[in-house]
């Protein structure tokens, strides 16, 4: 299957300061990527949907200025939690989609990010 | 509303076979996928299906029936390494993934 990178798998950060999680598909163009996050023994909560040059589509609920969302190219896109608290502390998950909107997503390895 | 409704945690012996089910009502319907989650990981994809019948790919098996809104996973000759979090979503009209919440499936030697 493709390949998804997702960097860092892990990082800890202080509180009011700012985290940016990469994706990156590494042998195919990612025409939509998908950023999840998901809580201890929950299923995935899909956070929002970005299109490569446009403007990311988030969920309800989802605080657009907080979890900011960037997907300039068709192999990258960045999610950056903006003045992180504890309680955006979670198991933040990506995943790509090179072919049509039938096909499968790959994922990348997820980010298990700490708010201290 | 849409749903996808799957048993929360099942568990089995090594070497046995394990169906695990999901049933769904969502708004429209454009596939139905299996992935496999470890503790600790990304999903990783395990069958897609979009027609009725059985996929089989090595000792993974995906069955569908689109008129009863149901799908079953089936696993055999379990190992170890099996135990994982096993996950169905569906594809809806709009082509929105919409996730079961797992099942847990613990292997007992």
């Known amino acids: 299957g493709a390949v998804v990178s997702q960097h860092p798998s892990r990082v800890i950060c202080k509180s009011g300061t700012s985290v940016k999680i990469e994706c990156r598909s590494l042998d195919f163009q990612a025409t939509t990527m998908f950023w999840y996050r998901q809580f201890p023994k929950k299923s995935l909560m899909l956070m929002a949907t970005s299109n490569e040059g446009s403007k990311a589509t988030y969920e309800q609920g989802v605080e657009k200025d907080k979890f900011l969302i960037n997907h300039a190219s068709l192999t990258l896109s960045t999610l950056t939690v903006t003045s992180a608290h504890p309680e955006d502390s979670s198991f933040y998950i990506c995943s790509a989609r090179g072919g049509g909107r039938d096909t499968e997503a790959f994922f990348g390895q997820g980010t298990r990010l700490t708010v201290v | 509303g849409q749903n996808i409704d799957q048993p929360t945690e099942m568990t089995a012996t090594e070497g046995a076979i394990v169906q695990i089910n999901c049933t769904y009502q969502?708004?429209?319907?454009?596939?139905l996928f299996w992935y496999q989650q470890h503790a600790g990981e990304a999903p990783t994809f395990l069958s897609y299906?979009?027609l009725d019948g059985l996929e089989e790919k090595g000792r993974f098996s995906s069955f569908l029936s689109r008129s009863k809104g149901y799908s079953y996973l089936l696993l055999k000759e379990l190992q170890m390494k099996d135990s994982a979090s096993y996950l169905c979503a569906v594809t809806d009209s709009n082509y929105q993934l919409i996730w079961g919440a797992g099942t847990k499936l613990i292997i007992k030697p």
């Open positions: 299906n979009v």
């Open positions: 969502t708004s429209g319907f454009n596939g």
